[in-house]
């Protein structure tokens, strides 16, 4: 099975600040990853498919880039809506499709 | 629009199995991929499989020899069978749809695989 690791595990921001999470794949896995957003209680929410692509009604401070081994998803402008935990999940090939373990983002 | 809703027993015992449904509202169950994902209490994401439309299943290969999946498009409805479940198997599930997207690139065609619609989950806890 591919492996996924992220970095950092959890971060403190504020309001307005940049924030970048990195994930990355034990094997190369081209540009097929997805990121996923997680608020304490509900389900995940697709942000970014495709290492890049912004799904639908996603606000464009979210965006996401890499391809290979390693890939980033960056909030340009953190709100306060974007508090949550953040998945990378990779879609190569054959299944599973594994997930990150997550990033937590948090209020400084 | 497409909702889902997993519905099931929130407690089951030991050894026996766990048997989740879940139904597809606002939308089409054909041509698209179901999957099941579950979460421990704290803890990460775990993919445990996904049956197509058709009926062709892809499984957790640390799952495949417990699980079952199947699909009745006549209800719009696709289910999980865990069999010879144990406390490591409480958690959150949940079920999504996926999509398969084509995105040219230079001079080719890439078709990625992402789950864009989610239900709430529901907690499922083994105990005796």
């Known amino acids: 099975d591919i492996q996924m690791t992220q970095s950092p595990s959890s971060l403190s921001a504020s309001v307005g600040d940049r924030v970048t999470i990195t994930c990355r794949a034990s094997q190369s896995i081209s540009r097929y990853l997805n990121w996923y957003q997680q608020k304490p209680g509900k389900a995940p929410k697709l942000l970014i498919y495709?290492?890049?692509s912004l799904q639908s009604g996603v606000p464009s401070r979210f965006s996401g880039s890499g391809s290979g081994t390693d890939f980033t998803l960056t909030i340009s402008s953190l709100q306060p809506e974007d508090f949550a935990t953040y998945y990378c999940q990779q879609s190569y090939s054959t299944p599973p499709f594994t997930f990150g373990p997550g990033t937590k983002v948090d209020i400084k | 629009q497409v909702q889902l809703q997993e519905s099931g027993p929130g407690l089951v015992k030991p050894s026996e199995t766990l048997s989740l449904t879940c139904t597809i509202s606002?939308?089409?169950?054909?041509?698209?991929?179901w999957s099941w994902i579950r979460q421990p209490a704290g803890k990460g994401l775990e993919w445990i499989g996904r049956?197509?439309?058709?009926?062709?299943?892809n499984y957790n290969p640390s799952l495949k020899s417990r699980l079952t999946m199947s699909i009745d498009t006549s209800k719009n409805q696709f289910s999980l069978k865990l069999s010879s479940v144990t406390a490591a198997d409480t958690a959150v599930y949940y079920c999504?749809?996926?999509?398969?997207?084509?995105?040219?690139?230079?001079?080719?065609?890439?078709?990625?695989?992402?789950?864009?619609?989610w239900g709430k989950g529901t907690t499922v806890t083994v105990s005796s």
């Open positions: 495709a290492a890049s």
């Open positions: 606002g939308g089409s169950i054909s041509s698209y991929y």
């Open positions: 049956i197509y439309s058709s009926g062709s299943t």
């Open positions: 999504a749809r996926g999509e398969i997207v084509e995105v040219p690139a230079a001079i080719r065609l890439y078709y990625y695989y992402y789950m864009d619609v």
